[in-house]
Nanobody, 126 residues
Framework: QVQLVESGGGLVQAGGSLRLSCAASGRTFSNYAMGWFRQAPGKEREFVVCINWNGSTTLYAASVKGRFTISRDNAKNTVYLQMNSLKPEDTAVYYC???????????????????WGQGTQVTVSS
C-alpha cells in the first residue's frame, strides 16, 4: 500500500481559503486515482472529490462543487485540495485516499480506496 500524509489543515474564518496537500510514497503514484474524504464530528465519513490517474477527470460532491478544486502533480507524488469560500459546515477531518494500483478511474465509493492518510483537521469559524 502507498503511504499518504496529509498537511495544510488548520483554523480559518468562514469565506476564507485553505489548501491541503497529500504526499504519497512509492514510485507508481500516477497509476491510481486519488480522493479526498472528510468526517465531521458525530457524522459518517463522506466523499469530497476524486481525481483520476492523470488528472484529466474529476468528480466532486455537490456540497463542494464550485468551491473546492482538486489537482495532482505526479512528478511530486502529491495531490492537492484547494478549498475556497469555506463554510462552517466544511469543518471536518479531511482524509486523503488512494485507489489501488491499476485502479486509475474516479469513484465516490469509500470501498474502492485502499490506502488512507492519517487525516488533517480543518476548522472553519463563523
Amino acid at each position: 500500500q502507498v503511504q499518504l500524509v496529509e498537511s495544510g489543515g488548520g483554523l480559518v474564518q468562514a469565506g476564507g481559503s485553505l489548501r491541503l496537500s497529500c504526499a504519497a510514497s512509492g514510485r507508481t503514484f500516477s497509476n491510481y486515482a486519488m480522493g479526498w474524504f472528510r468526517q465531521a464530528p458525530g457524522k459518517e465519513r463522506e466523499f469530497v472529490v476524486c481525481i483520476n490517474w492523470n488528472g484529466s477527470t474529476t468528480l466532486y460532491a455537490a456540497s463542494v462543487k464550485g468551491r473546492f478544486t482538486i489537482s495532482r502533480d505526479n512528478a511530486k507524488n502529491t495531490v492537492y485540495l484547494q478549498m475556497n469560500s469555506l463554510k462552517p459546515e466544511d469543518t471536518a477531518v479531511y482524509y486523503c485516499a488512494a485507489r489501488n494500483s491499476g485502479s486509475r478511474y474516479i469513484t465516490d465509493r469509500e470501498n474502492n480506496f485502499g490506502s488512507w492518510g492519517q487525516g488533517t483537521q480543518v476548522t472553519v469559524s463563523s
